[in-house]
């Protein structure tokens, strides 16, 4: 199983990023998948989960309707799309399958105030 993450890096508050995650050795479409970050100093925590068929989705209270999650079950990707980004959203961002050991190596997102 590899799950790997793409897209993060420096961006001003207030501005947008997408971060993919390109999943392989397992059959994506069967499975939730999960976003979550780490800031320093701070417990990981969950940001977003999607369903296998991509139907029901959830959100962390300050994220909710800044951030989407989605995924392309064809191309076995999940997506973050990060809106209206905060200093506070600053910090490593993992994909993760539910309930497994399986995680992103973690791409930073930095965002200056």
């Known amino acids: 199983v590899q799950l790997v993450e793409s897209g993060g890096g420096l961006v001003k508050s207030g501005g947008s990023l997408r971060l993919s995650c390109a999943a392989s050795g397992f059959t994506f479409r069967s499975y939730s998948m999960r976003w979550y970050r780490q800031a320093p100093g701070k417990e990981r925590e969950l940001v977003a989960s999607?369903?296998?068929?991509?139907?029901?989705?959830d959100y962390l209270d300050s994220v909710k309707g800044r951030f989407t999650i989605s995924r392309d079950n064809a191309k076995n990707t999940v997506y973050l799309q990060m809106n209206d980004l905060k200093p506070e959203d600053t910090a490593v961002y993992y994909c993760?399958?539910?309930?497994?050991?399986?995680w992103g190596q973690g791409i930073q997102v930095t965002v200056s105030s």
């Open positions: 993760n399958r539910p309930y497994s050991n399986y």
């Open positions: 999607i369903t296998s068929t991509g139907g029901s989705t």
